[in-house]
């Protein structure tokens, strides 16, 4: 169910919409005053147009300092993913790869299936996607699938799904990469709508570009990355960045089920407090 509440934003800097942007939450802050932002003493809140906050500024005591992710141990080499028995077949040849896949198969056209033996980090270097290729990754022992690469760049309608049964863990390095993360074309298909389920974890300063779908559900940790969400379709989840623009018309719809199914961290503060008498 999908709800004009609860989707607030929390920034240690500005916040600066614009257009017909709403925020249907609240804006959690150690900023404060509504206004112009200047280097050196940014405001809260920055509003243009009809853009809104529905709820209230609620000020922090300090800023919130978030764990970089641990790098990943991967290679840096180009794998450009081809839907075909004879990429499947090289795939596999790979030692490193045989560690943690136990098939690679090739079902229809376009399509390429890889399954996951257990848990064991999946380790892949610079991951591309082209020529509408759709790639499906199947999680084995324990539902959940690690996969570490250097960086992912979807185009040219390309897109990642997840098998229902499957949780994604993807620890990016982006050692190199400018954009580490890239998932254009026809971005990802979570048909769980559990955001929980598509996890991107990233400890560098690099870029992400995101674009949303119908079934576009993901959580993308980044404390030091610039995030930017393309297109006009809206992402369902939560992003959590250094920077965050929207480069289009879509909508960030976070889902409140996070809360208590994503990992908290950072120090705690003091939102609200009351006094009560007995």
Not at 26 to 46: E, I, K, M, Y
Not at 49 to 56: F, I, L, M, R
Not at 59 to 72: A, H, I, K
Request: charged content about 10%; some cysteine.
């Amino acid at each position: 169910m999908i709800a004009n509440s609860g989707g607030g934003v929390g920034t240690n800097g500005n916040l600066s919409i614009t257009g017909h942007v709403q925020v249907n939450g609240n804006l959690d802050t150690p900023r404060t005053g509504v206004g112009d932002c200047h280097a050196g003493t940014p405001t809260a809140l920055s509003e243009g147009g009809s853009a809104d906050v529905s709820g209230t500024i609620v000020p922090l005591p300090q800023e919130r300092v978030f764990t970089t992710p641990d790098p990943p141990t991967v290679p840096t080499t180009a794998l450009a993913v081809d839907a075909s028995a004879a990429w499947c077949t090289t795939f596999m040849a790979d030692p490193a790869v045989l560690l943690a896949v136990a098939t690679c198969t090739v079902p229809s056209s376009n399509n390429v299936v890889i399954t996951m033996r257990d848990a064991t980090p999946l380790a892949l270097g610079n991951v591309s996607l082209g020529s509408q290729t759709n790639m499906t990754i199947i999680a084995g022992t324990g539902g959940v699938a690690n996969v570490n690469v250097n960086s992912l760049s979807l185009t040219a309608q390309a897109k990642i799904t997840m098998d229902a049964s499957t949780s994604i863990v993807m620890n990016v390095l982006g050692q190199g990469v400018a954009t580490p993360v890239d998932l254009g074309g026809n971005g990802f298909v979570n048909s769980t709508y559990d955001a929980s389920k598509f996890q991107i974890l990233y400890g560098g300063t690099g870029n992400i570009e995101l674009i949303g779908g119908g079934a576009a559900a993901i959580s993308v940790y980044a404390p030091n990355a610039a995030v930017r969400l393309n297109g006009n379709a809206d992402l369902y989840g939560s992003v959590l960045s250094k920077t965050y623009t929207n480069g289009g018309n879509g909508s960030v719809h976070y889902d409140r089920a996070l809360q208590s199914k994503f990992f908290m961290l950072g120090n705690w503060v003091m939102s609200s407090f009351s006094w009560k008498k007995y």
